[in-house]
Nanobody
């Protein structure tokens, strides 16, 4: 059974930084993508950043230059370094793990940025 667990959310002031971590366990096939999505109250879930098995990255325009996705030191982990945070970054952040035919999500971690 694949499990996806996020950590690292919290409350910060605008301009500060946070690092989110995601660990996937129970993996028995190759991961195609790991990444982060977020959902703010009253809005749809949206892509933040993804990292492919070939180390290709993709970012939403709103976070380019401020957020960095990277592979963790432990296998099947990924991190999201979030710098210069803005109030509009406030959302629940979900880790996303994609295989050839299936997708798994974590439970989410809250990020709140005060102005």
């Amino acid at each position: 059974q694949v499990q996806v667990v996020e950590s690292g959310g919290g409350l910060v002031q605008a301009g500060e930084s946070l690092r989110l971590s995601c660990a996937a366990s129970g993996i028995i096939e190759t991961i195609k993508y790991m990444g982060w999505y977020r959902q703010a109250p009253g809005k749809q879930r949206e892509l933040v950043a993804t990292l492919s098995a070939q180390d290709a990255t993709n970012y939403d325009d709103s976070v380019k230059g401020r957020f960095t996705i990277s592979r963790g030191h432990v296998k099947n982990t990924v991190q999201l370094q979030m710098d210069r945070l803005k109030p509009e970054d406030t959302a629940v952040y979900y880790c996303h793990v994609e295989f050839d035919t299936t997708v798994f999500w974590g439970q989410g971690t809250q990020v709140t940025v005060s102005s």
